[in-house]
């Protein structure tokens, strides 16, 4: 296989929790979330209740997607950073490691230079538990739920 | 590339309608997105031009439900069927689990689909992945219409490898469950084997 399994871990999990938790209060955001680079949603914070998560995390993979292929045709590295500004809303888009997605939603309440202070520190860190879940991931022996599933467990998904 | 989430207890799978331009790829996401109870999916999202034809992809979000206690989504997109949109072809093939190609039966298309599966060979290919590896399915779309082929002769050309194929017509609904089935199935027993 080309990539390796992405997994989460409840440790890391929680690691990555307290980074998003404390990138919404210090950048005074509305919203954080971290997404793979596949669109896959891996936590988030802050008023999240009234947003679809799902859609945001496919959308902003894609938008990476896009301007990395961009930056290919023009030769460049990836783009790493993105920011876009609405009338209430901005958003701003960091690529972490070429692996991971962070985005933060602000309103007037924040300033972009505030958002990118904190995120660069936040990268930082989330670099870091990344690196630590990925080689743990790639540690032998790591035993997988799905390594005991039957056939029936599979057909019995599609009996409705 | 799926990823198993032990916190949230889930397992995420990506699956990629692909085929030539108006086989009816959007339609499959479309008539899944009807037919399936609100509380197991979530938005449809259609990035189109005004004229409706896909310009980067659809997106439809599945929960199929659970297995020893792990949640199944499955992140379902469709990909441009125009020529010129190859690069964006490529861009959603990342991290692919399961592929399922959409043929448009009718005559007219043939060499459209013959060119659409050679052009998914090259770019599955360029990320390192292979069609005789990766999850794959085979639908034979637009069975309503006059102007069909045969499905030996669309088996023949097609589907060389015999994958599970599907006869289907993705407006009305014959077909589209059985292959989003079946190739959930492969990705999951894929899941089992790299396990
Ligand atoms: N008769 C018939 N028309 C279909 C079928 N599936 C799709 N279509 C039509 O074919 C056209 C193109 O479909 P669309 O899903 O947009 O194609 P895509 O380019 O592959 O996404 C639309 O007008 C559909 O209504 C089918 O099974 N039978
Ligand atoms: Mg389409």
């Known amino acids: ?160 | 590339m799926s990823f198993i989430n032990y916190m949230a207890r889930e397992i995420n799978c990506k699956i990629v309608y692909y085929g030539p331009g108006l086989c009816g790829k959007t339609t499959n996401l479309q008539y899944i997105y009807e037919r399936t109870s609100p509380d197991a999916k979530g938005k449809m999202i259609s990035l189109a031009t005004e004229t409706e034809r896909t310009l980067f992809f659809d997106f439809l979000p599945l929960s199929l439900g659970e297995i020893r206690g792990f949640k199944t989504r499955f992140h379902l997109y469709t990909v441009p069927g125009q020529v010129f949109y190859d690069a964006s072809r490529k861009l959603i093939l990342k991290g692919v689990d399961g592929v399922i190609f959409v043929a448009d039966s009718q005559i007219e298309r043939f060499e459209a689909n013959q060119e659409s599966v050679e052009n998914l060979r090259t770019n599955l290919a360029e990320q390192g992945y292979s069609l005789e590896k990766v999850p794959y399915v085979v639908q034979y779309n637009k069975r309503d219409l006059p102007n069909v082929l045969p499905i030996e002769e669309l088996r023949e050309a097609l589907n060389p490898m015999n994958v599970p194929d599907y006869e289907a017509c993705a407006r009305t609904g014959p077909g589209v469950f059985d292959t989003l089935k079946a190739v959930s199935k492969l990705v999951l027993t894929e899941l089992k084997k790299g396990a």
């Open chain 1, 1 to 160: 296989m080309v990539n390796p399994q992405m997994v989460m871990y409840e440790e890391e999990f929680n690691q990555i929790q307290l980074v998003v938790d404390r990138l919404v209060r210090e950048a005074n955001a509305k919203v954080v979330f971290i997404v793979d680079k596949n669109g896959q949603l891996i936590a988030a914070s802050g008023e999240v209740d009234n947003i679809d998560t799902t859609s945001l995390a496919s959308l902003t993979a894609g938008n990476i997607a896009a301007t990395g292929g961009i930056a290919k045709l023009l030769r460049e590295n990836e783009f790493s950073t993105q920011f876009h500004e609405g009338e209430n809303a901005n958003i701003h888009i960091q690529l972490v490691g070429n692996r991971v997605i962070l985005v933060v939603i602000f309103d007037s309440k924040s300033s972009l230079g505030l958002v990118r202070l904190r995120v660069r520190k936040a990268s930082d860190e989330l670099n870091r538990i990344f690196e630590s879940l990925l080689s743990k991931v790639q540690e032998p022996g790591g035993d997988s739920p799905f390594a005991e599933i039957t056939d029936e467990d599979i057909d019995n998904l599609f009996n409705d």
